[in-house]
Nanobody, 115 residues
Framework: QVQLVESGGGLVQPGGSLRLSCAASGLLFSFYNMGWYRQAPGKQRELVAIINNGGITNYADSVKGRFTISRDSAKNTVYLQMNSLKPEDTAVYYC?????????WGQGTQVTVSS
Protein backbone atom coordinates (compact mmCIF):
# COMPACT_ATOMS: atom_id res chain seq x y z
CA GLN A 1 0.00 0.00 0.00
CA VAL A 2 1.39 3.37 -1.04
CA GLN A 3 1.58 6.04 1.65
CA LEU A 4 2.77 9.63 1.36
CA VAL A 5 3.02 11.43 4.69
CA GLU A 6 3.64 15.17 4.70
CA SER A 7 4.97 17.18 7.60
CA GLY A 8 6.56 20.53 8.35
CA GLY A 9 3.66 22.90 7.85
CA GLY A 10 2.68 25.55 10.35
CA LEU A 11 2.32 29.23 11.08
CA VAL A 12 5.18 31.52 10.09
CA GLN A 13 5.63 35.27 9.82
CA PRO A 14 6.17 36.95 6.45
CA GLY A 15 9.80 36.63 5.43
CA GLY A 16 10.21 33.42 7.37
CA SER A 17 11.07 29.90 6.25
CA LEU A 18 9.62 26.41 6.45
CA ARG A 19 10.71 23.05 5.14
CA LEU A 20 8.05 20.58 4.10
CA SER A 21 8.78 16.85 3.97
CA CYS A 22 6.93 14.06 2.23
CA ALA A 23 7.94 10.56 3.27
CA ALA A 24 6.97 7.79 0.87
CA SER A 25 6.47 4.08 1.46
CA GLY A 26 5.10 1.19 -0.57
CA LEU A 27 6.61 2.28 -3.87
CA LEU A 28 9.92 2.30 -5.71
CA PHE A 29 11.02 5.84 -4.84
CA SER A 30 13.60 6.34 -7.59
CA PHE A 31 11.08 5.37 -10.28
CA TYR A 32 8.82 8.34 -9.69
CA ASN A 33 8.65 11.99 -10.60
CA MET A 34 7.55 14.16 -7.67
CA GLY A 35 5.83 17.44 -7.17
CA TRP A 36 4.46 19.85 -4.62
CA TYR A 37 1.10 21.51 -5.19
CA ARG A 38 -0.91 23.93 -3.11
CA GLN A 39 -4.51 24.96 -2.75
CA ALA A 40 -5.61 28.19 -1.14
CA PRO A 41 -9.21 28.69 0.08
CA GLY A 42 -11.54 29.31 -2.84
CA LYS A 43 -8.85 28.62 -5.41
CA GLN A 44 -7.87 25.72 -7.62
CA ARG A 45 -4.94 23.48 -6.76
CA GLU A 46 -1.80 24.75 -8.45
CA LEU A 47 1.63 23.37 -9.18
CA VAL A 48 4.43 24.75 -7.00
CA ALA A 49 7.47 22.68 -7.98
CA ILE A 50 8.38 19.40 -9.60
CA ILE A 51 11.48 17.21 -9.71
CA ASN A 52 11.80 14.32 -12.11
CA ASN A 53 13.54 11.03 -11.47
CA GLY A 54 16.65 12.50 -13.09
CA GLY A 55 16.73 15.39 -10.63
CA ILE A 56 15.60 18.10 -13.05
CA THR A 57 13.44 20.71 -11.37
CA ASN A 58 10.86 23.23 -12.45
CA TYR A 59 9.02 25.91 -10.47
CA ALA A 60 5.97 28.10 -10.67
CA ASP A 61 6.96 31.69 -11.47
CA SER A 62 5.49 32.84 -8.17
CA VAL A 63 8.00 30.81 -6.13
CA LYS A 64 11.15 30.89 -8.29
CA GLY A 65 14.16 31.99 -6.30
CA ARG A 66 12.36 31.41 -2.99
CA PHE A 67 11.45 27.69 -2.95
CA THR A 68 13.66 24.67 -3.57
CA ILE A 69 12.48 21.13 -4.20
CA SER A 70 14.82 18.22 -3.50
CA ARG A 71 14.70 14.47 -3.02
CA ASP A 72 16.61 12.04 -0.81
CA SER A 73 16.48 8.49 -2.12
CA ALA A 74 18.12 7.11 1.03
CA LYS A 75 15.23 8.44 3.11
CA ASN A 76 12.47 8.02 0.49
CA THR A 77 11.60 11.65 1.10
CA VAL A 78 10.99 14.71 -1.03
CA TYR A 79 11.39 18.18 0.45
CA LEU A 80 10.22 21.69 -0.26
CA GLN A 81 12.37 24.39 1.30
CA MET A 82 10.39 27.61 1.40
CA ASN A 83 12.16 30.90 2.11
CA SER A 84 11.02 34.53 2.08
CA LEU A 85 7.46 33.40 2.64
CA LYS A 86 4.62 35.76 1.75
CA PRO A 87 0.99 35.85 2.93
CA GLU A 88 -0.05 34.73 -0.56
CA ASP A 89 1.85 31.47 0.01
CA THR A 90 -0.80 30.50 2.56
CA ALA A 91 -2.40 27.25 1.42
CA VAL A 92 -2.62 23.53 2.01
CA TYR A 93 0.43 21.94 0.41
CA TYR A 94 0.27 18.47 -1.14
CA CYS A 95 3.01 16.18 -2.38
CA UNK A 96 2.45 14.11 -5.50
CA UNK A 97 4.30 11.11 -6.91
CA UNK A 98 3.55 10.25 -10.51
CA UNK A 99 4.78 8.02 -13.32
CA UNK A 100 2.63 6.93 -16.21
CA UNK A 101 -0.75 5.85 -14.88
CA UNK A 102 0.47 5.81 -11.29
CA UNK A 103 -0.50 8.97 -9.43
CA UNK A 104 -0.37 9.28 -5.64
CA TRP A 105 -1.15 12.18 -3.31
CA GLY A 106 -0.41 12.99 0.29
CA GLN A 107 -3.03 14.20 2.74
CA GLY A 108 -1.82 17.80 2.74
CA THR A 109 -0.17 20.07 5.29
CA GLN A 110 -1.32 23.59 6.15
CA VAL A 111 1.05 26.51 5.67
CA THR A 112 -0.09 29.86 7.04
CA VAL A 113 1.98 33.00 6.54
CA SER A 114 0.75 35.79 8.77
CA SER A 115 1.99 38.39 11.20
Amino acid sequence: QVQLVESGGGLVQPGGSLRLSCAASGLLFSFYNMGWYRQAPGKQRELVAIINNGGITNYADSVKGRFTISRDSAKNTVYLQMNSLKPEDTAVYYCNFYRGLNDYWGQGTQVTVSS
